[in-house]
């Protein structure tokens, strides 16, 4: 058998081809320096910055988003007693020199309101105990020379709209207010027409208080005079109107258990409150106003509707009874 050479192990000259063990893959500087190249190349491109990236695709237009909640409204705001009388005092002005106002008037309508109205000052609510006052003028028993006209009905005594009245000897306060305000009146009338078939509301006593509260004592030396109403707040129903909120003449009434030890101040008043909105009539105004002569006040009428009516005490401002309306 014939020997087999093993190949000697060839050691190249310098800068020539170096031949690895494996076959086919040369190695030379030239090699390196093209792989580094690639390696490179692979490493920017994998390692790159972000902002080489294509954006996201816009959302689509069918895409449902939800839209924020609305703010909601604020509450109109509450005028009391003194802005209406304001009020009151510009629209009667109007009418007594010719003006027409519904344009300024028409940020009144369905403006919420509460006007106290203050009665029953002074004591003369507090009825003695054992006088005569006390008993029915009705149940009192005739003396010998009437008997003869027994069968007579005595004559009503008169009866405020809004008072009140304490009985010591039973504890009981009743304290009454009846709407005085209806179509009987002139100027009611007047202002109702014929577009309205009912209205009911109440005068206000002294409206030349911008709040509600008892009067100073007048001097002595002054005639005791007493003002014809000028100014009242009044619903107006027409025929198509709900019956519903309508009080067809009956009073509004408390009557409670008081002890004498809380009865001090009673003679400071109650207050009858009235709340609600206020609301144009068909002529588009709130309130209405007739000049009585040239050199009288209007009358005004404050056009409301009337959602709940409160009695308190005016010392205390303690609420007694109240009434909603809706």
Request: proline residues 10%; glycine residues 8%.
């Amino acid at each position: 058998m014939g020997t087999f050479a093993r190949p000697a192990k060839s050691v190249p000259a310098r800068g020539a081809a170096r031949l690895c063990y494996r076959p086919a893959m040369i190695c030379g500087p030239a090699t390196k320096v093209w792989l580094s190249l690639l390696a490179l190349a692979g490493c920017l491109g994998g390692c790159g910055s972000r902002e080489d990236e294509p954006p996201p695709p816009a959302a689509s237009a069918n895409t449902s988003s939800i839209a924020p909640p609305l703010p909601s409204l604020p509450e109109p705001k509450l005028l009391e007693r003194e802005a209406i009388l304001l009020a009151v005092t510009r629209a009667a002005s109007a009418a007594a020199s010719g003006r027409d106002d519904a344009e300024a008037q028409r940020v009144l309508d369905g403006a919420l309101f509460t006007f106290p109205i203050r009665f029953g000052c002074g004591p003369a609510g507090i009825q003695p105990q054992g006088d005569a006052a006390a008993i029915p003028a009705a149940k009192t028993a005739p003396a010998a020379a009437d008997r003869g006209a027994a069968n007579t009905p005595p004559e009503p005594l008169p009866v405020e709209p809004m008072s009140w009245r304490y009985d010591p000897a039973r504890d009981r306060l009743e304290v009454t207010a009846t709407p005085d305000v209806d179509l009987t009146d002139a100027a009611v009338a007047t202002i109702a027409g014929t577009a309205y078939e009912a209205v009911e509301g109440f005068w206000i006593q002294r409206p030349w208080l911008l709040e509600a509260a008892c009067p100073a004592a007048a001097p002595a030396a002054a005639v005791a005079q007493r003002a014809s109403p000028s100014l009242a707040i009044a619903q107006f129903h027409a025929a198509e109107d709900s019956r519903t909120g309508r009080r067809d003449d009956r009073s509004y009434q408390s009557v409670a258990t008081l002890p004498p030890e809380q009865a001090r101040d009673l003679a400071r008043g109650f207050d009858l409150v009235l709340s609600g909105r206020l609301r144009r009539l068909k002529d588009g105004k709130v309130i209405n106003c007739i000049a009585a002569g040239a050199d009288a006040r209007p009358i005004c009428i404050v056009s409301a509707e009337i959602q709940k009516v409160e009695l308190k005490r005016g010392d205390s401002g303690a609420l007694l009874a109240e009434w909603s309306q809706g």
